[in-house]
T-cell receptor, first 114, second 109 residues
Framework: DVKVTQSSRYLVKRTGEKVFLECVQD?????MFWYRQDPGLGLRLIYF???????EKGDIPEGYSVSREKKERFSLILESASTNQTSMYLC?????????????FGDGTRLSIL | QQPVQSPQAVILREGEDAVINCSSS?????VHWYRQKHGEAPVFLMI?????EQKGHEKISASFNEKKQQSSLYLTASQLSYSGTYFC??????????FGAGTTVTVRA
């Protein structure tokens, strides 16, 4: 089974802090994604990466950046956290570049910015 | 653009049926369905591809109407374990998915 692991289930940070969310997958998947999940809005794509050091903006990239130095690890960075970034963050990965493949999700990180 | 899911929520008694719809304004190549239980990761249920196929997973099945750019998820003879939030994810011309807002299903004994 594919395992996608997010480093923290719950995180509390202060406004203005630089925040790092980590995601690791163990199946050598090429593509990794970061979503945020908010009530009534579903999952919205922040950034994705299709290879090491490669990234593309999703639908809501403002205030975020990402890093992919190794194939198995994809990090989401909040450069200067703000209260409107309080949310559930989900990481996912898929094999290949094909929408016929299912996305495998981590358990999520619930981030609170105070 | 996110697909539109309906209804937002549904409450069922064990054994009852329900239908969840997912509509897109864009031409679709594939539709994914996932279920998420509270505090857990979304779990993949099934993928439907362009071509109007129908698929099943236990007593949960789905269809894809290519002409209407719409997919429907059918929960048949619901069980308590079916409770959760169901999301559709749609793909048009690449592997990125756009997800609907979700439908919360509550199955009561």
């Amino acid at each position: 089974d594919v395992k996608v692991t997010q480093s923290s289930r719950y995180l509390v940070k202060r406004t203005g802090e630089k925040v790092f969310l980590e995601c690791v997958q163990d199946m050598d998947h090429e593509n990794m994604f970061w979503y945020r999940q908010d009530p009534g809005l579903g999952l919205r794509l922040i950034y994705f990466s299709y290879d090491v050091k490669m990234k593309e903006k999703g639908d809501i990239p403002e205030g975020y950046s990402v890093s992919r130095e190794k194939k198995e690890r994809f990090s989401l960075i909040l450069e200067s956290a703000s209260t409107n970034q309080t949310s559930m963050y989900l990481c996912a990965s898929i094999v290949g570049v094909d929408s016929r493949q299912p996305q495998h999700f981590g358990d999520g990180t619930r981030l609170s910015i105070l | 653009q996110q697909p539109v899911q309906s209804p937002q929520a549904v409450i069922l008694r064990e054994g009852e049926d329900a239908v969840i719809n997912c509509s897109s304004s864009k031409a679709l190549y594939s539709v994914h369905w996932y279920r998420q239980k509270h505090g857990e990761a979304p779990v993949f249920l099934m993928i439907l591809l362009k071509g109007g196929e129908q698929k099943g997973h236990e007593k949960i099945s789905a269809s894809f109407n290519e002409k209407k750019q719409q997919s429907s998820l059918y929960l048949t003879a619901s069980q308590l374990s079916y409770s959760g939030t169901y999301f559709c994810g749609t793909a048009s011309n690449d592997y990125k998915l756009s997800f609907g807002a979700g439908t919360t299903v509550t199955v009561r004994a």
